[in-house]
Structure formats: structure tokens, C-alpha cells
T-cell receptor, first 113, second 114 residues
Framework: AQSVTQLGSHVSVSEGALVLLRCNYS??????LFWYVQYPNQGLQLLLK??????LVKGINGFEAEFKKSETSFHLTKPSAHMSDAAEYFC???????????FGAGTILRVKS | DGGITQSPKYLFRKEGQNVTLSCEQN?????MYWYRQDPGQGLRLIYY???????QKGDIAEGYSVSREKKESFPLTVTSAQKNPTAFYLC?????????????FGSGTRLTVV
């Protein structure tokens, strides 16, 4: 079955530092992968998605992610953290049937001033 | 603008009471989903529907019920059988048969048992 594992339930970075949120996937078929962001008491917003067109995917708010098949990873990065990036981030993969998304447990990003 | 509307934003339920959470979308999406979110547990799928008048149980359907009479609407009822309903509920929608599309989410309903 498809699954994603997000390493680290909490990540803390200083403002201006690199953001790296880790996601590893398990998939029996070529995966479609997604990163979502959730601000407190709000719904999830799509940051970016991998759909096999390019391995380096650029998203909104300066985030990007690289699909690495050999490492089964899809880590999310941002060169310089901003206070407004503090939120919870979810990695997700489409299930084999393609009719559902399977979400990771989430990583809460804290940005220190 | 198109989107998903969840209402109410906050809901309080008394013990033994059924409550219904509304989810409406004007994105012309075929598929709709309900998730429950608890701190530290990510998103857990309650029910989903790929087409009008059809829906399937997700991972934690016990104590919940849904209907899909219209393409735009997918209400969730939290019944008295759900023993621990306090949580944040999220509705989402997408296109059926387009696995690389992703979901569009509503802004959520926070349900509290009083």
C-alpha cells in the first residue's frame, strides 16, 4: 500500500535559515506526490506537487521539492525561512487506485526570530 | 471565485446529540472527502464519494454518516455513536480519475462536545 513517512514531528529553524522537511514514500507504482501547508485553524493549501514532468518542483512561497526515486524521497526545502512559514506541513501520495490521497502525520515548523 | 465552503466554523455538541457539518463546493469536482484531524495524528479519512449517490467508508467511518444527493454537497453527520467526536473536521474535493490533480480543502469545522 502507498504510504508516506515524515521524519520529525517538529522542526525548528531560525529566520533566514534553510528549511528542510523530510518525506519518504512507499509506492508500488510511480507515485504522484504532494506537499500541503496548514496554518492554525485553517484548511490545507497545496504548496506543490510531483507528477513526473520534472524531478525538481517549484511551489508557492519560495518552496521547492526534489523527487529522488533512488532514495524514495520528496523532501521540501526553502532557502531562507520567514516567520510567516510557521505552520504544519503534510506530505501526501496518491493511492494505487488513484482515487485517494494518503497523508503523512505532518511536521510542525517553528521559525525563531 | 470557486472553492469549498464548510459551515459552521465552530460547533458544539451535547452528549447524545447528532450534528451535521456542511460542505459545499462550486468547483465542479466529482469527488469529495471528509477527514478528521486530531493533534499529532495527521488526517484520517472518514468517508469519500466519487460520484453522486455513491460513497465509501474510509478508515474511521464508525459513528459517522454521509449523503451525496447533489454533486456540490457532501454533508457529514456525527452521530451519538461517535464516542469521541471532539476534533477538527476537513472537507476536500477533487476530480475523479485525475490522480495527479490533488485536493482542494475547505477551511474546516471545529467540533467540541460540551
Amino acid at each position: 500500500a502507498q504510504s508516506v513517512t515524515q521524519l520529525g514531528s517538529h522542526v525548528s529553524v531560525s529566520e533566514g535559515a534553510l528549511v528542510l522537511l523530510r518525506c519518504n514514500y512507499s509506492s508500488s507504482v510511480p507515485p504522484y506526490l504532494f506537499w500541503y501547508v496548514q496554518y492554525p485553524n485553517q484548511g490545507l493549501q497545496l504548496l506543490l506537487k510531483y507528477t513526473s514532468a520534472a524531478t525538481l518542483v517549484k511551489g508557492i512561497n519560495g518552496f521547492e521539492a526534489e523527487f529522488k526515486k533512488s532514495e524514495t524521497s520528496f523532501h521540501l526545502t526553502k532557502p531562507s525561512a520567514h516567520m510567516s512559514d510557521a505552520a504544519e506541513y503534510f506530505c501526501a501520495v496518491t493511492n494505487v487506485s488513484g482515487n485517494k490521497l494518503v497523508f503523512g502525520a505532518g511536521t510542525i515548523l517553528r521559525v525563531k526570530s | 471565485d470557486g472553492g469549498i465552503t464548510q459551515s459552521p466554523k465552530y460547533l458544539f455538541r451535547k452528549e447524545g446529540q447528532n450534528v451535521t457539518l456542511s460542505c459545499e463546493q462550486n468547483l465542479n469536482h466529482d469527488a469529495m472527502y471528509w477527514y478528521r484531524q486530531d493533534p499529532g495524528q495527521g488526517l484520517r479519512l472518514i468517508y469519500y464519494s466519487q460520484i453522486v449517490n455513491d460513497f465509501q467508508k474510509g478508515d474511521i467511518a464508525e459513528g459517522y454518516s454521509v449523503s451525496r444527493e447533489k454533486k456540490e454537497s457532501f454533508p457529514l453527520t456525527v452521530t451519538s455513536a461517535q464516542k469521541n467526536p471532539t476534533a477538527f473536521y476537513l472537507c476536500a474535493s477533487s476530480y475523479s480519475g485525475v490522480p495527479n490533480y490533488g485536493y482542494t480543502f475547505g477551511s474546516g469545522t471545529r467540533l467540541t462536545v460540551v
